[in-house]
């Protein structure tokens, strides 16, 4: 079950540079075009790169079924509406303490006494030119890497958090990068202003990261350039009013508008999900256009809603949504996921209507990637047999092709921040020795996806979630019978993992 990765390529119809380049981003060091994959890593590589698949472009079809029933572009319906921002940088500068202090001055905070529930994003007026703004507040959830897989762009702003105690670091110019990539106008927030208080020592700071942010292509208007910069306090509140009036004066630049109008199909997108004992199937959903009321058909996904209620960040009723306005939806017939989008259907019927052609369409979908896998799986065989033919007397790799060497267990690692799941990752890898090791097939940010979990069940990994909060319950209860772990202590995972590979040894008599 060995294929190289120059005929891998050739059978997926892709270049082998692009092959290399994609599995080196995958995690495999070393490659080259003569690089052996086992079978396992062929199948990962599948799920991963479906699209190499002719059958995969198909896919889109299933995910675009909605697309039929969003209204035409409408420039007279276009009004004003308030930026989406999300708040990122490097891991300890400063974001959690700007998100709390925004969110005690929420709308429904401050109607509440500060009872909110946290449903992805709230909304705050500003303090002096009372304009709304929405931010969204877990945002490295798996609901928004999927948004961004599919070319989703739901923010409009992003504020870059840069310590003036750190300057930019590794997860600073990921969030550049990210910034750049996805086409959002950036603000910087200095955080932490109160540590250095000393005029001249906070000045030279301050330049110093005014000349960290050229260096990558970030330029400052003190320097010429285009980019807001605003040195704050999150503890203090110092500059965060400064902070919200620079958002608002980037936004009218920006002239963000949608429309509003009942008039058009409302769309939107899945922030998060969840079912209520009260309610039942609840889920948050951002609204992108049009403007969303009670008695509402909306689908998303492989189900529909009749909206029953539409609930705010108090979980009060509200009457209608505006478009980046985020409310909590009532009624879905299943729990819908995040990271879908939802589209405004005219009635019941035709909302069934159009998930029953999804899910038909997902069905030949799904039946083509098995029909390209067969040829490939043919084509791998072919492989085997003609290296067979010419290795018959190379021992060169006989070793691994017998399966020896140590035995490998597979762990997938699920994390609420980048940072702990490189960390995880790293010290887990070190485990073993000459006879079992730790093979970490991935590690990424949010709770295991469908993809982490069908990438776990083909390849007979164990899922590791590291401090992701209460699990939704179809991850936990996985019908592939998946492992599904959870910790909020590292050396807790750390035993479990020594625990795993020692079960893993084979007995000795
Ligand atoms: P995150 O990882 O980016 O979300 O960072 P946090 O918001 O959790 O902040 C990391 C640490 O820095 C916490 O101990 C905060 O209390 C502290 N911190 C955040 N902002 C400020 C600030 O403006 N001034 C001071 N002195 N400490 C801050």
């Not at 590690?443 to 469908?450: L, N």
């Amino acid at each position: 079950n060995y294929i190289s990765v120059n005929k891998l390529s050739n059978l997926l119809n892709c270049r082998s540079e692009q092959l290399v380049e994609d599995l080196t981003g995958l995690g495999f060091a070393n490659v080259t075009q003569n690089y052996i994959l086992s079978r396992e890593y062929v199948e990962l590589i599948l799920q991963e790169y479906n699209y190499e698949l002719p059958a995969s472009r198909r896919l889109l079809n299933a995910q675009t079924v909605y697309d039929e029933l969003k209204s035409p572009i409408n420039p007279r319906l276009l009004n004003k509406r308030p930026p989406v921002v999300t708040i990122m940088g490097h891991v300890d500068h400063g974001k959690t303490t700007i998100i709390d202090h925004l969110r005690k001055s929420s709308v429904v905070s401050q109607e509440h006494g500060g009872i909110t529930q946290h449903i992805g994003a709230f909304q705050i007026v500003t303090p002096l030119s009372k304009r709304k703004i929405t931010f969204l507040d877990t945002p490295g959830h798996a609901a928004f890497l999927k948004m961004r897989e599919r070319g989703a762009n739901i923010t409009d702003i992003i504020v870059l958090v840069v310590s003036i105690e750190d300057s930019i670091m590794p997860q600073t110019i990921e969030a550049i990068k990210h910034a750049k990539n996805s086409g959002n106008e950036t603000i910087i927030a200095i955080t932490k202003i109160d540590k250095i208080k000393q005029p001249k020592e906070r000045e030279r700071a301050l330049e110093r990261i005014t000349a960290d942010l050229l260096v990558h292509d970030i330029q400052l208007e003190q320097v010429g350039g285009d980019v807001q910069v605003v040195p704050l306090s999150a503890r203090s509140g110092e500059n965060m009013d400064l902070l919200e009036e620079s958002i608002i004066l980037l936004s009218d630049v920006m002239d963000i508008r949608a429309e509003d109008s009942i008039k058009i199909a409302a769309e939107g997108w899945v922030l998060e999900s969840q079912v209520k004992k009260s309610v039942g199937n609840v889920a948050t959903v951002l609204l992108k256009k049009g403007c969303l009321q009670k008695g509402n058909i909306l689908v998303c996904g492989n189900t529909y809603c009749k909206v029953r209620n539409l609930l705010d960040g108090a979980g009060r009723p509200v009457t209608k949504a505006m478009p980046s306005d985020a409310v909590e939806v009532l009624g879905w017939r299943e729990v819908p996921e995040a990271g879908d989008q939802v589209v405004q259907a005219k009635n019941e019927a035709q909302a069934k209507k159009y998930n029953a052609k999804r899910v038909a369409l997902l069905q030949v979908e799904e039946q083509a990637v098995n029909v390209e896998r067969l040829n490939l799986e043919r084509g791998i065989k072919k492989e085997e047999e003609e290296a067979q033919d010419k290795d018959v007397n190379s021992e060169a790799n006989s070793d691994s092709k017998l399966g020896i060497g140590p035995k490998k267990v597979n762990f997938i690692v699920k994390a609420d921040v980048s940072g702990s799941a490189e960390a995880i990752k790293e010290s887990i890898a070190a485990l073993g020795n000459g006879e079992v090791v730790c093979n970490v097939i991935s590690s990424s940010v949010g709770f295991p996806a469908e993809s982490d979990l069908k990438m776990a069940q083909i390849t007979d990994s164990k899922v590791l979630c590291f401090n992701l909060g209460s699990m939704p319950s179809e991850v936990i209860n996985n019908r592939k019978g998946v492992d599904v772990r959870q910790y909020n202590v590292i050396y807790k995972l750390i035993e479990d993992v020594i625990q795993i590979l020692t079960d893993n040894l084979e007995p000795v008599y």
